[in-house]
């Protein structure tokens, strides 16, 4: 059973740095794309950047391009969210996504993409 837990978020302050994590388990993880997306109450939740099953592809959303990085750590079973220059506008509840299926470099960005989910992470921005 694949099981995804995210650590990292907090409350920061306008400017600032947060490194999220996502622990996985229950099978190979560097076989599999991964991705984190983002929700507010009310809001669908969105893409905030996706990596390929090599690492060797990225994908961002416009609004964190420059200011967040994703990065995995294969040997740790361990996909990575530097956010740095945060903005109020990034408060979220932060979710890391992995898929059932394989696919060579390929990255993916919509939630229907993503077959297993973290419980999520609060990243909280403060002005």
């Known amino acids: 059973q694949v099981q995804l837990v995210e650590s990292g978020g907090g409350l920061v302050q306008t400017g600032g740095s947060l490194r999220l994590s996502c622990a996985a388990s229950g099978r190979t993880f560097s076989s599999y794309a991964m991705g984190w997306f983002r929700q507010t109450p009310g809001q669908e939740r969105d893409l905030v950047a996706a990596?390929?099953?090599?690492?060797?592809?990225?994908r961002y959303a416009d609004s964190v391009k420059g200011r967040f990085t994703i990065s995995r750590d294969d040997a740790k079973n361990t996909m990575y969210l530097q956010m740095n220059s945060l903005k109020p506008e990034d408060t979220a509840v932060y979710y890391c996504?992995?898929?059932?299926?394989?696919?060579?470099?390929?990255?993916?960005?919509?939630?229907?993409?993503?077959?297993?989910w973290g419980q999520g992470t609060q990243v909280t921005v403060s002005s």
């Open positions: 990596v390929s099953e090599n690492g060797a592809k990225t």
């Open positions: 996504a992995t898929r059932s299926s394989r696919s060579w470099l390929g990255v993916f960005v919509k939630t229907s993409d993503y077959d297993y």
